[in-house]
């Protein structure tokens, strides 16, 4: 029997909805900004949501061992790595604020490169702590990181490095190579490890290395974050976890974020179905979102030959440099003068670059795209 084909090209208005991405600026505005696919989610999310609804009864909720088997498995066959049982794994409310509780395990400053996701830039601060900004390396618009200029920024009371894995924004994976000599420079330093790995689905090139699993050290001394926001496009009905080898560092992790709360019963269900029952809606995801990235990246070359594009090897949001067409070209000129909401990426760090989410329907891709070239053309 052939596999159900899914259409990512249908349109879904989205427009009075309570959709941040959509409703923000409104019905003149063209939204590929925040990391919100244009897409329904799984069909299996929806059945199994539905059954649970129908039941009628929302009290206080126990999660049972099925989420842990089904995380667990997940693991086993996606990277081979194995989680011997749940007291690894701590379900949270979303990757941030497990970004901000992180910093204070350490007791003292953090450092992790830029560009870099803004939240995760900004979660030490946010919790009352110190973050140094290392730039990566950027050779020709390939990113890697500077462990020489790393090396130069550690200061004595920097307890904690927080890597970005798939990097958000400039679509890296990581090698075994590059984790391991992350591991060795915490180790030199005797550093925690927080690793924001919640890309780590939306994978075009490349293996994804969960960084618990590349060493000894990793595996004891970090902090890996994982969630089905955005494979499965539920950043409002999220099941975020963490996953916490070191029983001490799970320990103090689950003190300092007392006020997490308990698992909740709808996104514990859509989290089985993302994680379970939906392998081939997200394997036809992939190959869609391969195509966008293809088409988008083909037409920036040729539409723009003066900006820089990065060959994005995961995420489905582009890095994009428009200096080259003026100071001013960047994503706030886009949203005056094309009706586009791109991320500004001073937001990353990455003054003057500008953050494109292609994980929408192809035409709103050849409008964007018409749009700019129109707005540039215009300048």
Same mark, same amino acid.
């Not at 084909?5 to 090209?9: G, L, N």
């Given at each position: 029997m052939s596999a159900e084909?899914?259409?990512?090209?249908k349109k879904i208005n989205r427009l009075n909805t309570?959709?941040?991405?959509?409703?923000?600026?409104?019905?003149?505005?063209?939204?590929?900004?925040?990391?919100?696919?244009?897409?329904? #989610?799984?069909?299996a999310v929806t059945e199994r949501l539905k059954k649970r609804?129908?039941?009628?009864?929302?009290? $206080?909720?126990?999660?049972?061992?099925?989420? $842990?088997?089904?995380?667990?498995?997940?693991?086993?066959?996606?990277?081979?790595?194995?989680?011997?049982?749940?007291?690894?794994?701590?379900? #949270?409310p979303?990757? #941030?604020?497990?970004?901000?509780?992180?910093?204070?395990?350490?007791?003292?400053?953090?450092?992790?490169?830029?560009?870099?996701?803004?939240?995760?830039?900004?979660?030490?601060?946010?919790?009352?702590?110190?973050?140094?900004?290392v730039p990566l390396k950027n050779e020709d618009e390939y990113y890697s990181i500077d462990f020489d200029t790393l090396e130069d920024a550690i200061t004595e009371d920097t307890k904690v490095f927080y890597l970005c894995n798939p990097q958000n924004p400039v679509g890296r994976v990581y090698s075994y190579e590059e984790l391991k000599q992350v591991s060795e420079f915490a180790k030199r330093h005797e550093l925690l490890v927080v690793s924001d790995e919640a890309h780590c689905e939306v994978i075009f090139e490349g293996k994804h290395i969960p960084f618990f699993t590349v060493d000894d050290y990793a595996r004891d001394h970090s902090i890996t974050l994982y969630s089905n926001g955005k494979m499965c496009n539920v950043p409002d009905l999220i099941l975020a976890f963490a996953v916490i080898p070191n029983?001490?560092?799970?320990?103090?992790?689950?003190?300092?974020g007392y006020a997490f709360?308990?698992?909740?019963?709808?996104?514990?269900?859509?989290?089985?179905?993302?994680?379970?029952?939906?392998?081939?809606?997200?394997?036809?995801?992939?190959? $869609?979102?391969?195509?966008?990235?293809?088409?988008?990246?083909?037409?920036?070359?040729?539409?723009?030959?003066?900006?820089?594009?990065?060959h994005l090897e995961s995420t489905y949001l582009q890095w994009v440099d428009f200096r080259a067409y003026g100071e001013n070209v960047d994503a706030h000129f886009f949203k005056r003068n094309a009706k586009i909401f791109f991320t500004d990426g001073k937001l990353f760090g990455g003054e003057g670059y500008i953050r494109i989410n292609f994980a929408t329907q192809r035409d709103n891709l050849v409008l964007a795209l018409d749009r700019m070239e129109e707005a540039i053309r215009l300048h």
């Open positions: 084909t899914f259409d990512f090209d309570s959709s941040l991405k959509w409703d923000l600026l409104g019905a003149d505005y063209l939204p590929l900004w925040v990391a919100d696919a244009d897409f329904e #989610v799984p069909p609804i129908e039941h009628g009864v929302f009290g $206080y909720y126990l999660a049972g061992n099925e989420i $842990y088997d089904v995380l667990t498995k997940w693991f086993l066959e996606e990277y081979g790595a194995v989680i011997p049982n749940s007291s690894w794994i701590k379900i #949270v979303g990757i #941030v604020p497990a970004l901000a509780v992180a910093s204070n395990i350490g007791g003292g400053k953090s450092v992790t490169n830029i560009p870099n996701y803004c939240n995760l830039i900004g979660a030490p601060e946010s919790a009352g702590n110190e973050m140094i900004r029983r001490e560092i799970m320990k103090e992790f689950c003190r300092l709360g308990e698992e909740h019963v709808l996104n514990v269900e859509a989290g089985i179905a993302t994680y379970s029952e939906s392998k081939e809606w997200k394997r036809q995801l992939i190959e $869609y979102l391969k195509g966008n990235r293809d088409y988008l990246e083909s037409e920036l070359k040729k539409r723009f030959p003066k900006a820089k594009v990065p």
